[in-house]
């Protein structure tokens, strides 16, 4: 039987595990007519997802391309608001995923993007054991699970309240601008009243010739 250092503590296990899997989580201003491109190096036969969402700007669309390194497509969408794909690399190599903004003339986006690769090893591998997981393992296991579970609806709703605040501040700045408009077009239908109301009140001027005789 293996001594006290021939295993690793629970949490020991859960922060080595977090890390075999590699996801990278970003948000990026895109400006109109702009394309940005990120790559990632995968081995052949890993799982990857992408998901991303636009957060602000314009019709909260944009367009999405994935390319394998042969330069094959394998995902492209259009002016679209959140998407998720799920492939497995058929090969090795670079492969690159684009966001465009090249269809937008004035609008600017923010957007969000988690690129997955690989899948999260089990916190215990069933290899060399001979004996089921213990109870506070399989409460590890559990807890992890339910721990990924809650990050995952964090990040959702930390998305959807930057995209609810944008539209409310949008929408603000929109009512803002009509008021200012409704009382100037107010202000000078007033003054025009009152001009023309002066007018049909005031003394008309008559000159009268005297004719001698």
């Not at 290899?127 to 809650?150: D, F, G, P, Y």
């Not at 107010?186 to 009140?201: M, P, T, Y």
């Amino acid at each position: 039987a293996a001594g006290p250092r021939g295993r690793l503590p629970p949490l020991l296990l859960v922060a080595l595990a977090a890390c075999a899997a590699r996801a990278s989580e970003i948000t990026f201003e895109l400006p109109d007519n702009a394309k940005q491109c990120f790559y990632e190096e995968i081995a052949q036969g890993t799982k990857c997802t992408l998901e991303f969402q636009v957060i602000t700007g314009g019709h909260y669309d944009v367009d999405c391309r994935l390319e394998d390194p042969d330069g094959i497509v394998l995902y492209k969408e259009m002016k679209k608001q959140y998407d998720s794909f799920t492939f497995t690399a058929s090969r090795n190599g670079t492969y690159k995923f684009c966001f465009s903004n090249e269809f937008s003339t004035f609008t600017h986006k923010t957007v969000y993007f988690d690129f997955q690769v690989g899948e999260d090893p089990p916190l215990f591998p069933s290899e060399n054991r001979v004996t089921a997981l213990t109870q506070m393992e399989s409460a590890c296991v559990s807890i992890h699970e339910a721990l990924k579970s809650v990050i995952d609806y964090q990040t959702h709703f930390r998305l959807r309240e930057a995209q609810g605040r944008s539209r409310a501040e949008d929408l603000n700045t929109r009512v803002a601008y009509w008021s200012i408009g409704e009382a100037i077009i107010l202000l000078v239908v007033s003054i025009g009243q009152v001009f023309l109301l002066k007018s049909f009140f005031s003394d008309k001027r008559t000159t009268t010739t005297r004719v001698g005789s």
